[in-house]
């Protein structure tokens, strides 16, 4: 089992800024991807920044440019730091820790999610 404890949500005006953390623990195996997803009313979850099992960052287009994931390997921790926030991005944030078992065989572990709201 894998165990995500986020933070740093909020409220803030557009153009603003926040950044969320996201501590893992547990048993997260060496081939993983670690990133953040986010889910906003009546919309599907959606992928918003990921390191890929190969250390490779992905962000979804929305975001490029306007967000940056960061990670410390030593502390299992992913953080998100978000600038020039836009009203479009709120939504509830949820990390997730992608434990790969072979390259088509994986389990996916969510945090409780962190609510980000802005207001334009």
């Known amino acids: 089992q894998v165990q995500l404890v986020e933070s740093g949500g909020g409220l803030v005006q557009a153009g603003g800024s926040l950044r969320l953390s996201c501590a893992a623990s547990?048993?997260?195996?060496?081939?993983?991807?670690m990133g953040w997803y986010r889910q906003a009313p009546g919309k599907q979850r959606e992928l918003v920044a990921t390191?890929?099992?190969?250390?490779?960052?992905n962000y979804a287009d929305s975001v490029k440019g306007r967000f940056n994931i960061s990670r410390e390997n030593v502390k299992n921790t992913v953080y998100l730091q978000m600038d020039s926030l836009k009203p479009d991005d709120t939504a509830v944030y949820y990390c997730n820790v992608r434990n790969y078992l072979s390259i088509v065989k994986f389990y996916d572990y969510w945090g409780q999610g962190t609510q980000v709201t802005v207001s334009s």
């Open positions: 390191f890929t099992r190969g250390g490779t960052a």
């Open positions: 547990g048993s997260i195996f060496s081939t993983n991807a």
